[in-house]
């Protein structure tokens, strides 16, 4: 299974239901964002620490 697939990308961003609620709007672009490739290697290499902070930035930012 590829680490960087949109399976793992998912499950990681569901483990963070704390930061980013299952069915929020900022979970829901996050499911969009992580479409790209790029984003999605971005998201899973990141520190977790700062995870949904990068999400929040990206939605800003779009």
Do not use: C, H
């Amino acid at each position: 299974m590829d680490p960087y697939g949109i399976p793992q990308a998912v499950k990681v961003l569901d483990s963070m239901a704390e930061e980013v609620p299952e069915a929020s709007p900022l979970y829901f672009f996050a499911l969009r964002l992580l479409l790209n490739k790029d984003k999605r290697i971005m998201f899973l290499s990141i520190n977790p620490n700062i995870r949904a902070l990068w999400l929040k930035t990206e939605m800003k930012d779009s």
